[in-house]
């Protein structure tokens, strides 16, 4: 196999004609190496800085205080914004389940947060972000409870989700299983690692190709400048490369200025 691998290469290069070699196709050559070398940091970069956050479910409700002293709590209805039950105001509560889209153009990266709690109590000043319930507590007894009763009606206005797909009770589910769960669901998209790899290789070919085809036509005109001001000095007697007039001067083989030789 290496053999015949060889040949071929062999055979390719003898019938190909040769490149022509310039300044400017050495920086293209360059420019592509180097868009190989840079094109997995920035793809890393990419799914890093660019994270597209998509809202699943989220639902608020309330906790009661009962008579005995217990907590008990009720998930606000969404279609009428009412409570399910009449108790004695302790706080409140809101669960929010979000899904994180990272990477560029497409998604290398998606990860599920542990659903986020906001806990307000009343009894305590200010609410708490991103709060996580030891699993002996009467809240969090309280909530989940309150999850479990209001599966029922998830299940009457169940849907197909537009953003993942799936089902609204698919997804109340996975709240219910990981509202108070310190782990991440996180999935690497090895087809998406792939392409948005070679995308970012595309784009910085293009890039730094196109800057070393500037540079090179930046020089050119500098040059046929260059070579335009040192003709136009010639002809009016000066010396082609300081401008020093030799006008009336005795034949000297260099300027006695700056030393060029006069052509």
């Not at 890093?48 to 002293?69: C, F, K, M, N, Y």
């Not at 948005?196 to 784009?203: D, R």
Request: hydrophobic letters at 40%; one cysteine or more.
């Amino acid at each position: 196999m290496v053999s015949f691998l060889k040949e071929h290469l062999r055979l390719i290069r003898y019938y190909s004609a040769p490149r022509r070699r310039s300044l400017l196709t050495r920086f293209v050559d360059v420019a592509l190496i180097l868009a190989i070398v840079m094109a997995f940091p920035a793809a890393w970069l990419l799914n890093a800085e660019v994270v597209h956050e998509t809202i699943l479910i989220e639902r608020d409700g309330h906790l009661s205080r009962l008579p005995d002293g217990g907590v008990s709590a009720s998930i606000v209805d969404p279609d009428t914004n009412g409570l399910t039950r009449d108790d004695i105001p302790y706080g409140e509560f809101h669960l929010k389940l979000v899904e994180r889209r990272q990477g560029w153009p497409v998604s290398s990266t998606v990860m599920q947060p542990r659903v986020t709690l906001e806990l307000n109590l009343y009894d305590q000043a200010g609410s708490q972000r991103d709060a996580h319930l030891d699993s002996e507590s009467v809240e969090y007894r309280a909530i989940l409870q309150a999850l479990e009763f209001n599966r029922p009606y998830e299940f009457e206005r169940n849907m197909i989700n537009s953003q993942s797909g799936a089902t609204s009770i698919e997804i109340y589910d996975d709240l219910v299983a990981r509202w108070n769960d310190d782990g991440a669901n996180v999935n690497h998209r090895i087809l998406g690692w792939i392409f948005n790899t070679g995308a970012c290789w595309v784009s910085l070919s293009f890039l730094l190709s196109g800057g070393a085809l500037t540079f090179w036509v930046v020089t050119l005109l500098f040059l046929h400048n260059n070579q335009i001001r040192q003709h136009d000095r010639r002809i009016e007697g000066l010396c082609a490369q300081c401008g020093y007039d030799l006008c009336g001067l005795d034949f000297n083989e260099r300027c006695p200025e700056c030393g060029t030789v006069i052509l």
